[in-house]
């Protein structure tokens, strides 16, 4: 069985996502137990709504000793995607 790692941004974190920019530290509000680096993520706001997804650019044990200006994760996709990108889908 695969465990389904998560991980919650915090509010004034989830526009700077929604616009296809990584995840500082500063912006993360909690995420999944023993999440290792490079692994993908769903990206959750802190009222558990869906908006995308991730990769982790560390581990959780080292995601603690970083700057808050350091990125935790890197964005894949998110909802705001169709939206910005309308226009060229078709």
Same mark, same amino acid.
């Given at each position: 069985?695969? %465990?389904?790692? %998560?991980?919650?941004? %915090?509010? =004034? /974190?989830?526009?700077? $996502?929604? +616009? /296809? =920019?990584?995840? &500082?530290?500063?912006?993360?509000?909690?995420?999944? @137990? !023993?999440t290792? @680096?490079?692994? *993908?993520?769903?990206? +959750?706001?802190?009222? !558990?709504?869906?908006? *995308?997804? *991730?990769?982790?650019?560390?581990?959780?044990?080292?995601?603690?000793?970083?700057?808050?200006? !350091?990125i935790?994760?890197?964005?894949? &996709?998110?909802? *705001? @995607?169709y939206?910005? @990108?309308?226009?060229?889908? $078709?």
């Amino acid at each position: 069985m695969q %465990k389904h790692f %998560k991980l919650w941004i %915090k509010p =004034n /974190g989830e526009m700077q $996502f929604l +616009y /296809g =920019n990584h995840i &500082a530290k500063a912006h993360i509000g909690r995420i999944s @137990e !023993d999440t290792p @680096e490079h692994q *993908g993520v769903v990206i +959750y706001s802190m009222a !558990d709504i869906p908006l *995308g997804f *991730g990769v982790t650019a560390r581990s959780m044990v080292d995601v603690r000793k970083l700057q808050p200006t !350091d990125i935790v994760a890197f964005h894949q &996709a998110d909802i *705001g @995607e169709y939206l910005r @990108e309308e226009d060229t889908l $078709f």
